[in-house]
C-alpha cells in the first residue's frame, strides 16, 4: 500500500508546498515568526507534508493587472479567500494525521481561517478518498500558534485547548509529542 504522503504528493500542487518545509513562516509588516517543526519518532523520522496557502498569481488576469487568489473558483467576496496560514500532513503508524495551523504574533482570533482551513482539508481528503479508491478519516488538529522567544520542550509547549483549539508557544512544533499529547 502506498502511503498517504506519497499519495498527497502526487494529488496536490507542488507550488503550495511549503519551503522550506521544516518551518512555517510568518512575515508580514511587523509579524516575524520562524517555527522549526520536529518530526522525530519512535521508529526514526515521521514523514510529513507541509503546505503553506498564499494566494497565486492567475493566468487569466487581465492584460497588464496582476491578480491573485488563493482559491481561484471563489471571487474576492469578504472571507471567501481566507485559509489557515499551513495544512501539515504526518503519518504515524498507518494513520494521517492533519494539523491545521495558524501562526498569530499578538491575540487576535484565529477561528475563521482555521474553519476556513478545516474545510479545505476535508476537501483535500475526500478528493484523496475518491482518487484513490480510499477510505482515510485522519485525525485532525487545530493549532494556533502564538510566535514566543522563550525556548520551548516538547512536553511544555502545549496549552489547555479551548473549543478544541490548541495554543502551541515556543520556537519549535513537536510533531510526535503533540500527536501523542492530543490523543
Same mark, same amino acid.
Do not use: W
Given at each position: 500500500?502506498? =502511503?498517504?504522503?506519497?499519495?498527497?504528493?502526487?494529488?496536490?500542487?507542488?507550488?503550495?508546498? &511549503?519551503?522550506?518545509?521544516?518551518?512555517?513562516?510568518?512575515?508580514?509588516?511587523?509579524?516575524?515568526?520562524? *517555527?522549526?517543526?520536529?518530526?522525530?519518532?519512535?521508529?526514526?523520522?515521521?514523514?510529513?507534508? /507541509?503546505?503553506?496557502?498564499?494566494?497565486?498569481?492567475?493566468?487569466? &488576469?487581465?492584460?497588464?493587472?496582476?491578480?491573485?487568489?488563493?482559491?481561484?473558483?471563489?471571487?474576492?467576496?469578504? $472571507?471567501?479567500? =481566507?485559509?489557515?496560514?499551513?495544512?501539515?500532513?504526518?503519518?504515524?503508524?498507518?494513520?494521517?494525521?492533519?494539523?491545521?495551523?495558524?501562526?498569530?504574533? $499578538?491575540?487576535?482570533?484565529?477561528?475563521?481561517?482555521i474553519a476556513a482551513g478545516i474545510g479545505l482539508m476535508e476537501y483535500i481528503v475526500a478528493t484523496l478518498n475518491r482518487v484513490y479508491d480510499l477510505n482515510i478519516t485522519p485525525a485532525i488538529y487545530r493549532i494556533s *500558534?502564538? $510566535? =514566543?522567544?522563550?525556548?520551548?520542550?516538547?512536553?511544555?509547549? *502545549?496549552? =489547555?485547548?479551548?473549543?478544541?483549539?490548541?495554543?502551541?508557544?515556543?520556537?519549535?512544533?513537536?510533531?510526535?509529542? /503533540?500527536?501523542?499529547?492530543?490523543?
Amino acid at each position: 500500500m502506498n =502511503s498517504y504522503i506519497l499519495l498527497l504528493s502526487e494529488l496536490l500542487d507542488k507550488r503550495y508546498l &511549503a519551503d522550506p518545509q521544516q518551518y512555517c513562516i510568518e512575515k508580514n509588516g511587523q509579524v516575524d515568526m520562524r *517555527i522549526r517543526i520536529e518530526a522525530k519518532g519512535k521508529n526514526g523520522k515521521i514523514p510529513y507534508l /507541509l503546505y503553506k496557502f498564499e494566494p497565486l498569481e492567475q493566468p487569466q &488576469a487581465k492584460k497588464g493587472e496582476k491578480e491573485t487568489k488563493l482559491i481561484p473558483f471563489f471571487s474576492k467576496v469578504k $472571507g471567501a479567500q =481566507s485559509c489557515c496560514d499551513y495544512l501539515l500532513f504526518a503519518e504515524q503508524g498507518g494513520q494521517l494525521h492533519v494539523l491545521v495551523i495558524e501562526l498569530k504574533k $499578538g491575540r487576535e482570533s484565529v477561528t475563521a481561517q482555521i474553519a476556513a482551513g478545516i474545510g479545505l482539508m476535508e476537501y483535500i481528503v475526500a478528493t484523496l478518498n475518491r482518487v484513490y479508491d480510499l477510505n482515510i478519516t485522519p485525525a485532525i488538529y487545530r493549532i494556533s *500558534i502564538r $510566535g =514566543s522567544k522563550q525556548r520551548n520542550n516538547a512536553k511544555k509547549q *502545549i496549552l =489547555s485547548p479551548v473549543n478544541g483549539l490548541y495554543t502551541l508557544k515556543g520556537e519549535k512544533l513537536y510533531i510526535n509529542q /503533540l500527536i501523542q499529547n492530543i490523543e
